[in-house]
């Protein structure tokens, strides 16, 4: 019965732990993901952090057991325990929101090592540190059970945090039930640390446990490093460069779906979930991973793929999504499935799951890091396509070979599957080249990649530059004279915010005019001299790319500024500006910042508006129908609206364009050009706060 009660204990510790590990992740990414502009990178960032501090969790717990007696690894954990619980806190204080300037990674790095740095690290070291004790406690009995626990508790977290979690329940209630959980966590680990020290001391004269050939059901604890080295020495590249292109595929193609589609928890949770279900597929038995079929077939999706990212947008998002996720399981599946077969006798587990580790966490150093700083371009998935593409076909071909003659798969398959490598190798290379040639400028940073365009230079009545960011239009401007100033895209005198410029000017001898993203300063095109421009912009390139290459802010007659910095962060610091239209004009990419549409972020809105002001949002979007959260917002701030709906026109570069125009004052609403345009009202409202938002309700 006694032996009963502990393996519960050490049942439920280990299920507990990995369920909080894969909890917090989406919880703190969400939590932080506004103040850095929305961007993908921000859980690509995340990722890098805890892939890190996992890796160092490995490292400690591998040490803490081949260093110190029982007695004294329980202390030393039991203090770790007692720290992280003490010094708990979650959600990040609003001084860590940053104002203008700094790096974002390196600060998002800081904000996490102070926030969930500790908890993080301790939870880390659950399963290895358990896995060990249980070992130790039951001479004879493996853990392997353990560490099915431990999949199938980080496996539910993750897909319950999208679809439970985050829909029903508030970030702030989220943290106290993650903070009330760890607490028990802590107790559980250290009464595990302490029973089996006296497990062990009531039974010093067992048998030894029986090695046993699995992977995931061991953990050595006595092999020192010059023994790791010698070794692992000859087969440690492989472990490594396996679980780093793992590592590089998950994260890029995370990024580039993130890129395509929605920065959501959603799109964060389910490659990441289907990473880990490939582990727990490829660990559990050879029955789950064919090579040949999953190298071939492997190597097929991986090729739609490709063609998705070097063709327009032409399917639907659910389609989508579906390729982009095939191809990453299929992918997973490839290199968790080699290193399962390349997995070591169990004198060397402790090295084979350092090195995993380290590849891990050199996959999110690469994507993460040093891919923004060397690639021009999001080039990170093609570098991840044809890589394991390649390895797809190899797998393929090896298990092919070994295969009796009359079992083989025939030969035009095999000239099939070296054209799918070198097609995808050849269509991403032009792709990227074609890119690169027909972009007068190019610039990346943390918030993405900006390209320059310039269409039609000999023909002086079409030549234009474009600002694109990503797939996304930013901005157009007419090159010749007489056109410079005349606003395009989703800007045009015919389009919502157009004749709402044309009202206020009708009305107004003088206007102070605030807009949140920047874009190439189009709206200026609607500047008088007596008017007043301020535009909000996060990413400091944009704002240099808009004075240095194109003209609408010099050539306006207006005065204009720029401020670096997050709109909603800068605009909860500034006096009142008493602007007479506030454009919120950061919600047509696929990045879209849910902190400026929230019911408190209006209220810091409507603190800036004079009486007669009037709040304009642009809500042209491929997949998310935002016109019920922006009357939503509009009703809670008392506020009539109009919501219009241009169709373009391609012959003035006028792009069809959906704006929420609202304000307290009729006259403007009621006028004939915006009412000419007026769509119908939103039947229902989804209303938003800083606490909660669910991007689901919203999906076109």
């Given at each position: 019965m006694k032996n009963r009660l502990v393996s519960v204990l050490f049942a439920v510790s280990v299920f507990v732990s990995a369920f909080l590990l894969f909890q917090i992740q989406p919880l703190i990414s969400k939590a932080i993901l506004p103040w850095f502009g929305g961007t993908p990178n921000v859980w690509t960032t995340c990722l890098l952090f805890f892939q890190t501090v996992l890796f160092g969790g490995y490292v400690y717990a591998h040490l803490l057991t081949s260093k110190l007696t029982p007695r004294w690894q329980a202390i030393v954990h039991s203090v770790l325990l007692i720290a992280a619980v003490a010094t708990i806190s979650i959600l990040p204080e609003a001084t860590w929101k940053p104002t203008g300037g700094e790096a974002p990674v390196f600060r998002i790095l800081a904000l996490l090592l102070v926030t969930v740095g500790l908890p993080y690290f301790v939870l880390s070291t659950t399963g290895p540190l358990l896995q060990s004790w249980f070992g130790r406690a039951f001479p004879g009995r493996s853990p392997y059970r353990l560490y099915a626990l431990s999949n199938i508790g980080s496996l539910l977290a993750l897909v319950s945090y999208p679809f439970l979690f985050e829909p029903v329940i508030g970030m702030s209630q989220q943290s106290s039930i993650w903070s009330i959980g760890f607490f028990g966590l802590a107790l559980l680990c250290g009464l595990c640390g302490w029973v089996s020290v006296f497990f062990q001391a009531g039974s010093k004269n067992a048998e030894p446990a029986k090695p046993s050939q699995n992977i995931s059901a061991e953990v050595n604890v006595g092999a020192n490093?010059?023994?790791?080295?010698?070794?692992?020495?000859?087969?440690?590249w492989q472990w490594y460069g396996l679980s780093m292109m793992a590592s590089v595929m998950l994260l890029a193609c995370t990024n580039q779906v993130c890129q395509d589609v929605a920065v959501v928890p959603f799109l964060w949770v389910i490659p990441l979930s289907l990473y880990l279900l490939s582990f727990i597929l490829c660990f559990d038995g050879e029955q789950w991973y064919s090579r040949l079929w999953f190298g071939l077939g492997g190597a097929f999706s991986l090729a739609l793929v490709t063609f998705l990212m070097t063709q327009p947008p032409s399917i639907g998002l659910v389609v989508e999504v579906l390729i982009y996720f095939s191809a990453l399981f299929a992918a997973c599946m490839i290199c968790h499935g080699e290193l399962a077969r390349l997995k070591p006798e169990p004198a060397r587990l402790t090295s084979f799951y350092l090195i995993m580790a380290a590849g891990g966490a050199s996959g999110g150093v690469f994507v993460g890091v040093i891919a923004p700083a060397f690639f021009p371009l999001l080039l990170e998935m093609h570098f991840a396509l044809v890589v394991c593409s390649a390895l797809a076909i190899g797998v393929y071909l090896n298990e092919n070979g070994r295969r009796s003659e009359a079992s083989q798969i025939p030969a035009w398959v095999h000239y099939g599957a070296y054209a799918v490598v070198i097609v995808t190798a050849i269509s991403l290379q032009s792709q990227a080249s074609g890119t690169i040639r027909s972009s007068t400028k190019i610039e990346r940073n943390f918030y993405g990649v900006l390209r320059i365009e310039n269409h039609s230079p000999h023909d002086p009545e079409k030549h234009t530059l474009k600002l694109r960011h990503g797939r996304i239009l930013h901005g157009v401007q007419y090159q010749s004279p007489e056109?410079?100033?005349?606003?395009?895209?989703?800007?045009?005198?015919?389009?919502?915010?157009?004749?709402?410029?044309s009202a206020l000017n009708e009305t107004r001898p003088s206007i102070k005019v605030g807009v949140v993203g920047l874009g190439v300063g189009t709206l200026s095109g609607y500047g008088r001299k007596s008017d007043h421009f301020r535009y909000y912009e996060i990413n400091e390139a944009v704002v240099r790319i808009a004075r240095d290459n194109f003209r609408f802010l010099s050539g306006s007659p207006s005065k204009t500024e720029t401020i670096v910095g997050d709109a909603r962060l800068v605009l909860e610091r500034e006096d009142p500006q008493g602007y007479d239209l506030l454009v919120l004009d950061a919600f047509s990419g696929d990045s879209v910042p849910t902190h400026l549409l929230t019911k408190e972020a209006v209220e810091i809105?409507?603190?800036?508006?004079?009486?007669?002001?009037v709040l304009a949002f642009h809500v042209s979007n491929l997949h998310l129908d935002l016109a019920p959260v922006t009357a939503a917002l509009a009703d809670q701030a008392g506020m009539e609206f109009r919501l219009t709906k241009f169709l373009g026109d391609d012959a003035t570069s006028q792009t069809s364009s959906l704006w929420m125009i609202a304000s307290h004052d009729k006259q403007i609403l009621d006028d004939n050009g915006l009412l000419e345009l007026t769509d119908t009202s939103p039947k229902k409202r989804v209303l938003w706060t800083d606490d909660f938002s669910n991007l689901y309700s919203v999906l076109r």
């Open positions: 490093v010059d023994e790791i080295i010698e070794k692992t020495a000859g087969s440690w056109k410079l100033m005349i606003p395009t895209t989703y800007y045009g005198p015919d389009s919502g915010i157009g004749r709402t410029f809105y409507m603190s800036h508006l004079n009486e007669r002001g």
